[in-house]
C-alpha cells in the first residue's frame, strides 16, 4: 500500500533537495578563513585558509604565490590594531608564529604585511636576484618611514642606486631637471636632495638592476642600523634606549648611536621576568663572578617579544641545524615559557637554495618609488598582475667586485664591554700629539687629557675594578668598576701607566699583575673615557658591484668621501682609528732599546722600528737617530711620496740632525712645532740666527740666509755645507698655527701650507740605501721631505696624510683615511696620535675636496 501512494506522489511533478549536501556546504563556508596579505610592493592579495590552519600553512601559500626560494629570510608580520606596522604606528608589532592557529593570533584583524625577518649580513652571498630585489624593498620602505636612520649622504647614494635601478642609465633628453621630482627617495626630500642625487645618477652609468641593486645592499649593510630589529627599552639610570637584536648579537643604541654591541660568543644566556630583560655576560678570566645586564621594557608583553627575538635570530644565524627537543621538555613549559623552535637556519637555507636555484631567471620589476600623493600604499583590494612573475629568462654578465677578491670579516667576536655608566661624547679637542714620559706625567698634566688617581685597596685586598686590552699596541682600558671606585674611575677610562711604569709594552697578563703585586696605594695615571669599545670594522667596503669594463676612478672617489663623511657624522670613523693597532707587533724596535741610544730618544715610548729606522753612515754619535722613512705609494702611478719622520732634535742630537739632511740629500725640512709650549721643551732650536753660522758636526757647518713670517707659518732659506766644499740649500718651513692644547683652527690654512710643501719637495732622482725592504730594491725614489714635531708621530702623521691624501684627489683616486694610517703604522709607530688629530685632518681632506682640489695641476 505504501509503496503504491510514494509511486503516485512521484509520478506527476516532484522535485528533490539534498539536505546532507547543504549542510556540508554551509559548514565549509564557515571554516573559511580570509586574510589579506601586503607585499613588500604595495600590492595586496586575498588568501583563503582554513580556520584552524596553522600559520605555516598561510605561510607557505604566500611563498608559492611569490615563487620565492629563499622563503627562509621572510615572514608575516602584523599589529593588534590592523594598521600598517611604521614608525607612527606604537602598537608592538608580531610575526605569525608557523607553530600556531592564525586565527588565535591575529583576532578579528586579519591583516599581515610580508617583511624582512632575518637579514643576512652578507647580501652578496644571496642566490636568487629576486630575493636581493625584494630586500631592497623592505630597506626602502624602513629608510622613508624613519625606521631605519642613515647619514644624509649616505642616503642620497642609496636612492641614486635606487634611481638606476628603476629608470636606467641617466640620459639628458628623457631626464629632464625634474625628473626626481615625483619619486618619494627621501623622507624630507628637498630640490637641492634630487640635485645631489641626480649627480650621482650620472655615475652609475652601465649598471644594470641587478648591479645597482647589489651595490645598493653593500652600502646599506654597513649602516650601524642595518638587521636591527629595535625595541624600546630604559637602562637602570632610566635613560631611553633601544635594544637591537642582530646577526652577530645584540646591540643599545641611545640617541640614534650603537653605543654598545655584546656578540653571541659573550652571551652565556638571556632570559625575561615580568618587564625585565636580562643578558648575562660570559666570565672573563680575571673575574671571579658572573655579569648579568638588565633592562626596563615597557610591558611584560615587550620583554616577552625581545626575549623570542633574540632566541629565534640567535638560532637562525649561529646554529648549523635546529636543535633537538629535549627528551624532558615538557617540564620546561610547566616551569615557565619555552623557547621558540627553530625550524631551519641560515646554514640550510643558503645549501638549499644553492641546489634549487634555476639558471636564468628573471622577473617584472616594479617601482618602489611612489609618487607623492600616492605615498600611503595601494588601494584594498588591489592585486599585482605583473608582480613576481617569471618570464623568459635573460643573460646578463654577473656583477664585478670593483676592489679585488679579499673579502673583510667584520664581525667583532671580541666585543663584550659592556653598557657605558653615562654615555658622553668629548666636545673640544685634547692635545696628545706629543707623547710623556712616565715621570713627566703628573696631576699638574690634567689640562692635557691625563689624570693621576690613587687607590688604597679594600677589605679584600682589591682596588675594585677589572681592566682589559694590552699586548700587540692595544689600548688598556678599565672594563668595570665596582661602586665604591666609581669616585675615580669608569668604564672606558685608558691606562697610560701603573705606578710609574708605562703600559705601553705590557701584555694583558702582566698589566693584572702588575696591579695584584701592588702593595698598599695604587697609582694609576687615566684618560678618562679615552677611548671606546670600538667595533672593528674597514672603512672602505669589502666588495662593491660596478658593471663590467668600467674604466675611471671618479665614481670610487666621490663614493669614498661619502662614507668618509658618513663615518665623520655618525661617530663610526673614529671608531675605527680607535681599534687600530697602534704599533705593528711584528716589528721589533731593538736598536732603540740599547743603552747607548736610550738618551737619544725624546720620548721613550717612541721608537722606530729597526726594518725602517734611519740609518747613519758618519753620524757623529753612532749610527742611530730617531727617525723612520715613510713611503706612501700612490696606487695606478710610478709616484711615492718619501719621508723621513722624526722627533724634535735634543740639544745631544743636533749633529745627527743634520748628518740625516745631509745623507738624505733633502732640501725640505718641515717643522710642526715651535719651541717651548706650556714652559716645557718640545723641540731644541737646532738652526743658527739670521746671518750667524753653526757648526753642527765637525764637517758640516749650518747658515741662515733669510727668515721670513708669514702670518701661520715661518719660512727659512739655510745653507749647508761640507769641509770638502759640497753645499746644498735647505727650506724650512715652520707651522706656528697649530695650538699647543687642540688642532688648527683652521682647515684652508692648513691645506694650503700642506700644499706648499709639496711645492718645495726637490724632485731630482736619487736612491735611498734602507728602504729597499719597503719599496724594493729597483724603485727609484726623490729625496724624502723631512718632517718633525716633537715626538715625530702626532702632528707628523698628520701632514704625511694630508699630503697623501690631496695627491690621492688630485688623480681623481678613491681615498680611505683609515687605509693610509694603518700603512704608516707598519712604517712608524703611532702616527696620527690621537681620535682628534684624525679627525681634524679628514675634515680639512673633506674641505679640500669641496672646493674641487682634484685637478690634474694639483698632481705633483
Not at 609618487?371 to 599585482?384: E, F, I, L, M, Y
Not at 732640501?667 to 753660522?693: D, F, I, N
Request: charged fraction near 25%; aromatic fraction near 8%; include cysteine.
Amino acid at each position: 500500500m505504501i509503496e503504491s501512494v510514494s509511486r503516485r506522489a512521484f509520478s506527476s511533478s516532484s522535485g528533490t533537495y539534498n539536505v546532507r549536501a547543504s549542510e556540508l556546504a554551509r559548514e565549509r563556508k564557515l571554516n573559511i578563513f580570509n586574510v589579506t596579505v601586503v607585499f613588500l610592493d604595495d600590492t595586496q592579495q586575498l588568501f583563503q585558509i582554513e580556520k584552524k590552519a596553522k600559520g605555516s600553512v598561510l605561510l607557505e601559500h604566500v611563498f608559492q604565490n611569490l615563487e620565492l626560494v629563499e622563503k627562509d629570510y621572510f615572514g608575516l608580520q602584523f599589529t593588534e590594531n590592523g594598521l600598517p606596522p611604521n614608525a607612527t604606528n606604537t602598537e608592538l608589532t608580531r610575526w605569525l608564529d608557523s607553530g600556531k592557529s592564525v586565527k588565535k593570533q591575529v583576532g578579528v584583524n586579519p591583516h599581515f604585511w610580508l617583511a624582512v625577518r632575518f637579514y643576512p649580513p652578507e647580501p652578496s652571498r644571496l642566490a636568487e636576484e629576486y630575493t636581493r630585489y625584494l630586500l631592497c624593498l623592505q630597506l626602502r620602505k624602513l629608510l622613508l618611514d624613519g625606521r631605519m636612520i642613515a647619514p644624509k649622504n649616505t642616503a642620497l647614494l642609496l636612492a641614486s642606486f635606487t634611481v638606476q635601478a628603476e629608470l636606467g642609465d641617466y640620459n639628458a633628453t628623457e631626464h629632464q631637471n625634474n625628473y626626481l621630482s615625483e619619486l618619494c627617495l627621501l623622507p624630507k626630500q628637498t630640490p637641492e636632495d634630487e640635485r645631489r642625487i641626480k649627480e650621482l645618477h650620472k655615475l652609475h652609468k652601465g649598471q644594470s638592476p641587478a648591479d645597482a641593486e647589489a651595490n645598493f645592499l653593500e652600502h646599506a649593510k654597513r649602516l650601524d642600523c642595518y638587521g636591527v630589529e629595535s625595541h624600546p627599552a630604559k637602562d637602570y639610570n632610566g635613560k631611553d634606549i633601544l635594544i637591537g637584536v642582530t646577526s652577530i648579537g645584540i646591540v643599545v643604541f641611545q640617541n640614534n648611536i650603537r653605543v654598545n654591541t655584546f656578540s653571541w660568543s659573550k652571551i652565556v644566556k638571556i632570559s625575561f621576568k615580568k618587564k625585565q630583560f636580562f643578558i648575562q655576560l660570559k666570565r672573563e678570566a680575571s673575574e671571579s663572578y658572573d655579569t648579568v645586564l638588565g633592562f626596563n621594557m615597557r610591558s611584560s608583553r615587550a620583554s616577552k617579544a625581545l626575549w623570542r627575538c633574540s632566541v629565534e635570530r640567535h638560532g637562525f644565524f649561529r646554529l648549523r641545524a635546529p636543535r633537538r627537543k629535549a627528551f624532558l621538555g615538557a617540564w620546561g613549559a610547566l616551569a615557565g615559557v619555552t623557547a621558540p623552535a627553530v625550524i631551519r637556519t641560515e646554514t640550510q637555507a643558503l645549501e638549499d637554495a644553492k641546489r634549487s636555484r634555476s639558471i636564468n631567471r628573471s622577473f617584472v620589476r616594479r617601482s618602489s618609488s611612489r609618487n607623492r600623493d600616492k605615498s600611503s600604499g595601494a588601494s584594498p583590494g588591489v592585486v599585482s598582475s605583473a608582480r613576481g612573475s617569471r618570464v623568459t629568462g635573460h643573460d646578463e654578465p654577473p656583477p664585478r667586485e670593483a676592489w679585488g677578491d679579499e673579502v673583510h670579516n667584520n664581525e667583532d667576536d671580541s666585543d663584550g664591554g659592556f653598557l657605558e655608566r653615562v654615555f658622553r661624547v668629548p666636545l673640544t679637542y685634547v692635545d696628545e700629539s706629543e707623547s710623556e714620559s712616565a715621570t713627566e706625567r703628573g696631576e699638574e698634566e690634567a689640562g692635557e687629557g691625563a689624570v693621576c688617581v690613587r687607590l688604597q685597596p679594600g677589605g679584600d685586598g682589591r682596588y675594585g675594578f677589572n681592566v682589559r686590552g694590552g699586548g700587540g699596541g692595544a689600548a688598556v682600558l678599565v672594563s668595570r668598576v665596582m661602586p665604591r671606585t666609581r669616585a675615580h674611575l669608569q668604564e672606558g677610562d685608558q691606562v697610560i701607566s701603573i705606578n710609574g711604569t708605562d703600559v705601553d709594552e705590557m701584555t694583558h697578563e702582566q698589566v693584572v699583575q702588575t696591579i695584584r703585586n701592588t702593595k698598599g696605594v695604587l697609582t694609576l695615571m687615566v684618560k678618562p673615557n679615552a677611548v671606546y669599545e670600538p667595533e672593528v670594522c674597514v672603512e672602505e667596503p669589502a666588495a662593491c658591484f660596478v658593471p663590467l669594463g668600467a674604466g675611471t676612478f671618479e665614481g670610487d672617489l666621490q663614493q669614498s668621501m661619502l662614507l668618509l663623511g658618513d663615518g665623520l657624522a655618525s661617530g663610526a670613523a673614529l671608531r675605527q682609528y680607535d681599534a687600530l693597532l697602534r704599533r705593528a707587533a711584528d716589528r721589533p724596535a731593538a736598536a732603540a732599546r740599547l743603552p747607548a741610544n736610550l738618551a737619544k730618544n725624546r720620548y721613550r715610548d717612541i721608537a722606530p722600528y729597526d726594518s725602517s729606522r734611519v740609518i747613519l753612515k758618519n753620524g757623529p754619535n753612532g749610527d742611530y737617530i730617531n727617525a723612520s722613512y715613510i713611503n706612501m705609494e700612490i696606487p695606478n702611478s710610478d709616484l711615492v711620496l718619501t719621508y723621513i719622520a722624526t722627533q724634535g732634535p735634543l740639544a745631544s742630537t743636533v749633529g745627527d740632525f743634520w748628518q740625516m739632511v745631509w745623507e738624505s740629500e733633502s732640501s725640505l725640512v718641515v717643522m710642526l712645532t715651535v719651541l717651548v709650549e706650556r714652559g716645557r721643551a718640545k723641540c731644541h732650536q737646532y738652526w743658527p740666527k739670521v746671518g750667524t753660522t753653526l757648526k753642527a758636526t765637525n764637517s758640516l757647518t749650518v747658515v741662515t740666509n733669510s727668515e721670513q713670517n708669514l702670518g701661520h707659518y715661518t719660512q727659512r732659506e739655510m745653507s749647508l755645507k761640507d769641509s770638502n766644499g759640497a753645499s746644498r740649500d735647505v727650506t724650512q718651513l715652520q707651522y706656528t698655527a697649530w695650538p699647543d692644547h687642540g688642532v688648527p683652527d683652521d682647515h684652508q690654512q692648513f691645506i694650503s701650507f700642506v700644499r706648499l710643501c709639496s711645492q718645495l719637495r726637490n724632485h731630482r732622482a736619487v736612491i735611498p740605501t734602507v728602504v729597499e725592504e719597503i719599496c724594493g730594491p729597483e724603485r727609484v725614489l726623490e729625496p724624502p721631505m723631512i718632517v718633525h714635531c716633537s715626538a715625530g708621530v702626532g702632528r707628523t702623521g698628520a701632514l704625511i696624510l694630508a699630503e697623501t691624501a690631496l695627491e690621492l684627489l688630485a688623480r681623481r683616486q678613491p681615498l680611505y683615511p683609515l687605509d693610509l694610517v694603518r700603512t704608516m703604522r707598519t712604517q712608524r709607530p703611532m702616527c696620527i696620535q690621537n681620535a682628534s688629530q684624525y679627525k681634524f685632518v679628514c675634515e680639512s681632506i673633506q674641505s679640500a675636496y669641496a672646493q674641487g682640489l682634484t685637478d690634474e695641476d694639483g698632481a705633483n
